[in-house]
Nanobody, 128 residues
Framework: QVQLVESGGGLVQAGGSLRLSCAASGRSFSSYTMGWFRQAPGKEREFVAV????????YYPDSVKGRFTVSRDNAKSTVYLQMNSLKPEDTAIYSC?????????????????????WGQGTQVTVSS
């Protein structure tokens, strides 16, 4: 079992930055691939970033590439999402998720079915 708790959300103006954290408790955090997803009201869940168990591989969809950076600290059992140049369309609830699937990091890492554990999410609101 892995429990995930996100923090760091809030209200920010367009062009600003936020850093989200996802703290994990439970067994073997360092063995999990970690993903970040977001869901805006009335929209489907969207994949925004993934990082391999070692931190050596990452992937971002075009919607956030160059603006968002995912990282992890396995000693602290925490994964981060640094979000820069935020836009109003980034407004959503952001959730982290843990996957035990051993697969190459790619756009396919956005498949929610690969993820075993999910956090409750943290709200990010970007004002124009």
């Amino acid at each position: 079992q892995v429990q995930l708790v996100e923090s760091g959300g809030g209200l920010v103006q367009a062009g600003g930055s936020l850093r989200l954290s996802c703290a994990a408790s439970g067994r073997s955090f360092s063995s999990y691939t970690m993903g970040w997803f977001r869901q805006a009201p009335g929209k489907e869940r969207e994949f925004v970033a993934v990082i391999s168990w070692s931190g050596g591989s990452t992937y971002y969809p075009d919607s956030v590439k160059g603006r968002f950076t995912v990282s992890r600290d396995n000693a602290k059992s925490t994964v981060y999402l640094q979000m820069n140049s935020l836009k109003p369309e980034d407004t959503a609830i952001y959730s982290c998720a843990a996957s035990s699937t051993r697969a190459i990091i790619s756009r396919l890492s956005g498949d929610v079915a690969r993820y075993d554990y999910w956090g409750q999410g943290t709200q990010v609101t970007v004002s124009s």
